[in-house]
């Protein structure tokens, strides 16, 4: 039987340099919250690093082996999840290049991330066939394993909702059969006729009022179906929601809680305000950072008092301390009852504790090399597989299986 896909969550990181707490704070731990729940793929998206950095592929090779280091030691874990490179499994590049045959150039256009990031990164030349095609690249990504959940940061969700709209059209154009009424209702025979009545139910009910909820057990009803193949399935799909048959599901965005993981000086940790602490970086640099963090420019002597509201060493105490700690900072600051360093001693002995056994783990893996290699190609394998069936059923579809 087919494995349904929908609880199927896939995301992607571009390996441009080393991890950071706003990355583990981000997205990691919530990866390692999914990884538990739903089956996860993960990947270091190489191609999409190359868009931007195909004049310096350097950065990309120098990153790749770390970022996966970093992902392991933060507690992903290969049991768990599907870690590999994307540019090890050609799938990827290939439903790609067929989705582009029927990507209308205004929908690249319009993503927003196109021309911010040409505004943004002015120094490199962005205006390549490659670097447009960066969101459709990611559409290959999703769709190839029919992922029913991506979870993405904002920034990132109009690339998630053009993949909606690429599968959409896919399935428009090529999942329509001539005779896919008569298909359908040999499909739904092959129910079983308590099954079949309680489909047509669902499906009544879902296009009759909209309600999602018959929609789910209409889906769930499919997914446990053993004799149902592949097709015969996405028929069944696509006749609960009222088109034609589903060859690629429309996935849908997971946005991450909201983490505002602040850097050394406030603003939002990235690498280009260079206000970093890096997962693996050295104990003594961190108290460093920590220690010569601004704070509220008011406070200009000891006795001064401050405003926990001006100052980005509070925003820390946001992520790291409870209640009672934060109402001691409160007090402390405004009655200049607690000095600076007093105020950051909690922070840093929290950061510090809390990427001490991820830099225990890291060593493991920085000292055997080939046991990273090895997960990232039993990852890359089993992606091959799953990919290789979509493959197949996207080029049936379009009549490329002489
Ligand atoms: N574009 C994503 C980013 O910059 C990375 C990415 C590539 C991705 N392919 C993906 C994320 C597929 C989710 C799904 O962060
Ligand atoms: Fe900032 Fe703490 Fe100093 Fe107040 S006491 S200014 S919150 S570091």
Redesign the pocket.
């Known amino acids: 039987m087919t494995v349904p896909t929908h609880n199927r969550v896939?995301?992607?990181?571009?390996p441009t340099g080393k991890l950071h707490l706003g990355h583990y704070h981000g997205v990691l731990k919530n990866w390692i919250t999914l990884q538990h729940e739903y089956e996860c793929y993960f990947f270091v998206?190489d191609y999409?690093a190359l868009t931007t950095h195909y004049e310096e592929p350097q950065i990309i090779g120098a990153s790749v082996m770390d970022m996966v280091i970093d992902w392991l030691a933060a507690g992903v874990n290969p049991s768990n999840a599907r870690l590999f490179v994307q540019s090890a499994v050609p799938q990827h590049a290939e439903l790609h290049l067929l989705l582009s045959m029927l990507t209308p150039l205004g929908w690249l256009e319009r993503v927003p991330s196109y021309k911010d990031q040409q505004e943004k990164l002015r120094e490199r030349d962005l205006a390549t066939y490659g670097f447009l095609g960066?969101p459709l690249?990611?559409s290959a990504?999703?769709l190839i394993y029919k992922a029913g959940l991506?979870p993405?940061?904002d920034d990132?969700v109009a690339?998630v909702e053009l993949t909606r709209e690429v599968a959409r059209r896919f399935n428009h154009l090529y999942g329509r059969e001539p005779d896919f009424e008569d298909m359908v209702m040999a499909a739904v025979r092959k129910m079983g006729k308590k099954n079949a009545k309680l489909y047509r139910e669902a499906r009544k009910r879902y296009q009759e009022q909209g309600d999602q909820e018959s929609l789910q057990h209409g889906r769930a009803l499919l997914d446990s179906q053993v004799n149902l193949s592949m097709g015969d399935r996405e028929r069944l799909y696509g006749y609960l929601e009222g088109s034609g048959r589903i060859i690629l599901p429309e996935p849908q965005a997971l946005l991450a809680p909201a983490s505002k993981m602040p850097g050394t000086d406030g603003q939002k940790m990235s690498k280009s305000y260079n206000n970093t602490i890096s997962l693996r970086e050295d104990p003594r640099v961190i108290e460093q950072k920590l220690r010569t963090m601004p704070t509220d420019p008011a406070r200009v002597r000891r006795n001064d008092p401050g405003d926990p509201a001006k100052c980005p060493v509070f925003q820390l105490h946001r992520v790291y301390s409870d209640d009672a700690r934060r109402d001691w900072v409160v007090e402390g600051c405004t009655t200049a009852g607690i000095g600076c360093l007093d105020c950051k001693q909690p922070v840093i002995d929290a950061v510090l504790a809390e990427l001490a056994p991820l830099r225990e783990r890291a060593k493991e893996f920085e000292q055997d090399p080939q046991r990273v290699r090895n997960i990232l190609q039993e990852g890359a394998e089993a992606a091959r597989d799953s990919a290789d069936e979509t493959m197949k059923e996207v080029k049936a579809a379009i009549g490329l299986n002489y």
């Open positions: 896939l995301s992607g990181m571009r998206a999409h960066y690249l990611q990504d999703i991506v993405v940061g990132q690339h």
